[in-house]
Nanobody
Framework: QVQLVESGGGSVQAGGSLRLSCAAS????????MGWFRQGPGKEREGVAC???????AYADSVKGRFTISQDNAKNTLNLQMHSLKPEDTALYYC??????????????????WGQGTQVTVSS
């Protein structure tokens, strides 16, 4: 059974940094594409960043230059380094995985497996 467990969320002031991690188990990690999504208060879930099995990445325009997605295949871990955080980044952040390893996409319907989410709160 595929399992994804996020960690690293918390509260930070605007301009600060956080690093989210997602521990994956139950499959061959580097055969998948992975993504980070978020859902803010009263908002729909949106794609933040993704990485495919070859290491290609994509980002939402709202986070380009501030967030970096990476993966540690040895540890089966997906990371999201977030800098220059803004109050509008406040959301529940989810890790997701797709068996379509060659497709890095910010479309949530592509992903079959989801973590439970970790809260990020940015105060002004």
């Amino acid at each position: 059974q595929v399992q994804l467990v996020e960690s690293g969320g918390g509260s930070v002031q605007a301009g600060g940094s956080l690093r989210l991690s997602c521990a994956a188990s139950g499959y061959t990690y580097n055969s998948l594409s992975m993504g980070w999504f978020r859902q803010g208060p009263g908002k729909e879930r949106e794609g933040v960043a993704c990485i495919d099995s070859s290491g290609s990445t994509a980002y939402a325009d709202s986070v380009k230059g501030r967030f970096t997605i990476s993966q540690d295949n040895a540890k089966n871990t997906l990371n999201l380094q977030m800098h220059s955080l803004k109050p509008e980044d406040t959301a529940l952040y989810y890790c997701a995985a797709s068996r379509i390893g060659s497709l890095c996409t910010l479309v949530s319907g592509t992903y079959r497996y989801w973590g439970q989410g970790t809260q990020v709160t940015v105060s002004s």
